[in-house]
């Protein structure tokens, strides 16, 4: 191996984790008996098809049947025998209540899509459901399914009033969805149905490399054995569920927010174990200390997951938005069981929280450091000047930690640091903004309405 | 069915290394799992044919690639895996190496097909350029071009660039 491609393979062998479930040679010889099985079946059904092909073919070219057995075969053929223990039928969307709300995640839409069997008979759903999002008249959009889980579970039967639910998501969207856009939803041999969501579409989301119209992809169906709800939002003292739990969950410090949005959820029991349902539920809080913001009802917002363990994806809420002058942001997650009601397992430290809401007032914005040091209130001046060697850095309000933020442009020149600071090369002038969005951070929030501290800084590099 | 004889000692000695090289080309454990037992299952018939004409973990992981190209070439009606899931399991040791891990996750997504079965074979799975190409069907050469094409493309991509100089261990 050439000494430049070490680094790569010490980073494959260092990340890749060990598998967490070993590989069973059990599953391989199911595998081979069902494939033995499958191939047998087509020769099987090839031969009867032979010969029934040369059994039908010389009374389709003019013998004469006889009635008696004309009747005989038709019985044979129809509907199955009392006693027969045929398979339900796969449910038609048609004849299925489908629901649809999406939820806006670290930038991706998610939703529960709830069907509902609305028929007098029992019917199954044997695959995961098949997305087709439309634009406003109708049309597919350019979008790319993926499959999140190849293996196959059981068949969910569907008594008649029975919900299942598969969690469907929408990812890297450009040029959808829209206000209008709805989504055809199919399974196999079910045919499809288009559905609308109930919830407004958030603005763009883009990702290099992704179709115009992003990402889809879908879970298994799975049984819901209480009402799956909507998700929604819920006010801080309300009580609900069981009528008998209100659920104050612990608060994440602002100074151990993770520098990653996710959120990493452990549970103890797996109420999965028993097919239940779970619902996660999350905020953002800030603490407020220096008396500035107007305190407001703590939002959460809800989410169901159907498996366990799971994360969810927090994101800064696009209504707070914390200045680390402040308290900085806190995250708290619960997870509750949806069908006691009963919190599950919770992932943070603390014991009160108070909402706020940023104002303009607040600056939001961010601003330069050079050699780890903050150059204040330098947005809207001329330029300043740095020098070769210079390790230039980004300090965001929110406290995004996010390193790669910065990028310049101009006739100076620039190297990146391993640390994400960017160090002059030559000398001139350059431009230097921070991507914000890269942080996950909000420019609609109340307090990134004063533009001068979001804007470009402009620097002159002396040699 | 019994196992043919070998392959169940096979399959013991190798199934970690077979996970973990298909985790690498699909993104998650879920798939590495299925993609790893679909290569075995159509090994098994094979087995005895297999011993005397090829190395068995060449066939295997050959038909892992192969397998792992047409699920990513299908769409609508029969999908293809993604490299992000939307649920993953949590057991991550903490969230910078998770952080590290999507990062390299998301690096290798953004190579080609080819691309990313060569980084895996040559520099993960530490085959030679020979080995290599015979898993691909490929000549040396090519191995060696898109293993130069790959390697470069990875060292440009921003993630990948503080992990490159720093120490990776979770």
Known sequence: MTPDAEPISRLLHDLTPEPPVPLQLENIALRVRNRRSRQAASALTFAVLTIAVAMVLPRSLGQHTNPATSHDTASTNGTAPSGSTAPAPVCQTNAMRLGLAWQTVDGRLVSALTVTNQTGEICTLRSRPLLDPLNQNGQPLDTQQVQPVPAAPAPVALRPGASAASSVY????????????????????????????SNQYPPRSCAKGTPPAGTVSSGWFLSLLTPPGTAR??????TFLNGQETIQPPVRPATDFPTTPRQALALATSPLANGGTVTVEYGLYS??????????????TRLFFQRVPAYIVVTRSPTLAFPTSQSGPGVAVTAVDAATGKPLGTSGEGTSQTSATPTPADNCGWTLTVNGTNV?????????????????????????????????TGTARFSRNSDGTITPTTAGNAEISADLAACGIHTTD??????????????TVEL | VRAPEGFGEFVEARSRSLLRSAWLLTGDWAA???LVQVALTKTWPRWEHILRRDDPEVYVRRIMINTSNTWRRRRWHAEIPTETLPEQATVDPGFAYAERRDALQAALAGLSRRQRAVIVLRYFDDLSEEQTAAVLGCAVGTVKSTAARSLAKLRLDPALQGMLTEETTP
Do not use: M
């Not at chain 1, 939002?233 to 309300?238: A, H, I, L, S």
């Not at chain 1, 109340?446 to 620097?459: E, H």
């Open chain 1, 376 to 408: 204040t209130s330098i947005h809207g001046q001329t330029s300043i000047t740095v020098h070769r060697g210079d390790r230039l850095g980004v300090t965001v309000t929110a406290g995004c930690k996010t390193p790669t933020l910065l990028s310049a």
């Open chain 2, 32 to 34: 590495a799992q299925d």
């Open chain 1, 233 to 238: 939002t819920v006010t801080e003292n309300e």
């Open chain 1, 446 to 459: 109340p307090c990134f309405a004063n533009p001068a501290t979001l804007g470009p800084i402009r620097v």
């Open chain 1, 170 to 197: 929408w990812s890297d969207w450009c040029s959808g969805p829209q206000p209008g856009s709805t989504l055809r939803v199919g399974w196999l041999g079910g045919g499809s149905s288009i559905v609308s969501s």
């Open chain 1, 287 to 300: 603490n407020n200390t220096a008396g500035t913001y107007d305190p407001k009802p703590l939002n959460k």
